[in-house]
């Protein structure tokens, strides 16, 4: 006689579904709440509860457990997925991301600017990405914020999944013809979009667009781009600027540390089913928007709008 087989759950289009195994589509994997009061979570929001086990009775294995290595709780493993770049599958199942750069103890101390890393989480606080900047010192140090750099960003196995390439142009829009531009890769050496900044006279705006350059959406900033006791939100938009498709926001950090380091936090929202290619370039152009607006909060040289 053979079991019942319960219908797969709303969401789910796979008859063969097993909890454990994937999201289901609309389905946010993150406790309900907003982004900013995640990253002090010291357990994660993770829980161990006993279970009984009768005698006899193997425990099944637990299915998409977090990988903990060397202290650092990461996002579990997903599945391969057709037409997807590899390590790109991780996208799929988020529709929050937390960007968290590190503190480092040298630039601090000495004002010598070095490497940025950044660390990028789901809202459970386990790490999807580890991203760091590849540039040569005299570049960081002769250029500032508006250095050309290529950032890596590679998964928990260690694998280059997304490389940034950004090119050294002008920061102001004083010079419409040589405005700021980025590059994203994924796999590394296959570009899957760009941000482009767009010229306007007092608004920080962007255009982010696929591999084919065609304009996919837009990204608004506020007239006067200073962080000063509350986050700084810069909203993605569809390509006619009529709907709010996500957001980029630059998180408040306190006053220690937005006077002393040039370390930032940021959140990035988008759609669950947005391409993932578009994830990708967003994040992007998160990184694209603290070089550009967010790197000098050490030096009180903090960029506060376009024209500065």
């Known amino acids: 006689m053979q079991a019942h087989k319960p219908a797969p759950a709303t969401g789910f289009s796979n008859a063969n579904y097993e909890p454990g195994n994937q999201v289901p589509y609309g389905h946010p994997q993150y406790i309900p709440g907003t982004y900013q009061g995640v990253a002090g979570m010291g357990s ?36 391969s997925l057709p037409n997807c770049p590899p390590g790109l599958e991780y996208l799929t199942q988020i529709d929050q991301i937390l960007i968290h750069q590190q503190i480092e103890l040298l630039e ?14 789901n809202t459970l606080g386990q790490r999807v990405y580890f991203a760091a900047e590849d540039t040569d010192c005299c570049t960081r140090n002769c250029c500032g914020p508006s250095r050309p750099f290529n950032i890596r960003i590679i998964d928990n196995l260690g694998h280059e999944v997304i490389t940034l390439q950004r090119p050294l142009r002008c920061s102001s829009c004083c010079f419409p013809c040589c405005l700021q531009e980025l590059e994203v890769q994924a796999p590394p050496g296959t ?20 591999e084919k350059r065609m304009d996919i959406l837009k990204i608004i900033g506020p007239c006067v781009v200073c962080s000063c006791c509350e986050d700084i939100h810069f909203e993605v938009k569809s390509v006619d600027e009529t709907s709010t498709v996500g ?26 089913d947005l391409n993932v290619k578009m994830k990708a370039v967003m994040i992007g152009a998160c990184f694209l928007i603290d070089f550009m607006f967010f790197e000098h909060a050490g030096d009180n040289q903090q960029r506060t709008g376009v024209w500065q």
């Not at 570009?191 to 696929?210: A, R």
């Open 108 to 121: 601090i101390l000495t004002g010598f600017e070095t490497n940025n890393k950044y660390e990028i989480k």
């Open 247 to 272: 957001r980029i926001s630059k998180q408040w950090t306190g006053f220690l540390k937005e006077a002393f380091t040039d370390a930032d936090n940021f959140g990035i929202t988008f759609p669950m």
């Open 44 to 79: 994660y929001g993770f829980q161990v509860q006993a279970m009984g086990v009768p005698a006899g009775l193997a425990v099944p294995p637990i299915q998409n457990q977090p990988i903990v290595k060397e202290g650092t709780i990461w996002m579990p493993i997903p599945p």
């Open 191 to 210: 570009p899957v979009g760009y941000v482009v900044q767009n010229w306007h006279p007092c608004l920080p705006k962007f255009t982010i667009q696929d």
